[in-house]
């Protein structure tokens, strides 16, 4: 490892290397939380691992490190409960234009002890907050809301947001959130003259 890392520095410098391991325990993290809240929402009886427990020397994806210690902090887990917020999009996608509205739904994903009754949810997107109230047995997952909120607007940068939800109820306090990509619309093409050299088409 301090082979490549030597390496990788002596292309690209210190710099990006500085943060290397932070946006790698970031994408870990969101790619995990990813495809255990599309398993709680589209196998919602089923169960999963996540694996692996520990790096080994050929992939550093555990949980622990080579020295048996923990990547995340314990709250960096809290968003995995019996009660889970779930956000599902078009596609699942991450990313729209700017101009574009975050449009899909939230749903809920209850195997708690106890029903919830009249549970408050918050959606929280780019200062707008939508709200609902409603009750779910235990054991069950169900749609709460649909969603269909501005994005902001971008010209050159992309810029992220970061899509929150809550919901407060008798058997808990839950929340989860959602790091969302707005980019710049792209720009068509200038129309112009499209040459075909005889011969080659077919």
Not at 2 to 7: D, G, N, P, Q
Request: proline share 6%; net charge positive; aromatic share 8%.
């Amino acid at each position: 490892q301090r082979a490549w890392l030597e390496r990788m520095r002596a292309i690209g410098g210190a710099e990006p290397l500085a943060t290397l391991e932070l946006d790698a325990s970031r994408y870990g993290m969101l790619m995990r939380k990813f495809q255990a809240e599309v398993f709680r929402r589209e196998v919602p009886q089923g169960g999963y691992v996540m694996s692996v427990i520990r790096d080994f020397p050929l992939a550093a994806m555990g949980l622990l490190d080579c020295l048996d210690q923990p990547k995340w902090p314990a709250i960096d887990w809290a968003w995995q409960r019996d009660t889970i917020c779930l956000l599902r999009t078009e596609d699942d996608r991450r990313s729209f234009a700017s101009g574009e509205r975050l449009q899909g739904s939230l749903w809920v994903s209850h195997h708690g002890v106890k029903a919830i009754a009249r549970g408050k949810l918050e959606v929280t997107v780019n200062g707008k907050t939508v709200r609902q109230i409603r009750s779910q047995d235990a054991g069950t997952i169900s749609s709460w809301l649909d969603l269909d909120l501005p994005l902001p607007r971008v010209d050159r940068q992309p810029e992220r947001v970061i899509v929150r939800a809550r919901l407060k109820s008798g058997v808990g306090d839950f929340r989860n959130e959602w790091p969302v990509w707005v980019v710049p619309a792209a720009k068509a093409p200038a129309p112009g003259l499209v040459w075909v050299e005889p011969g080659l088409a077919t």
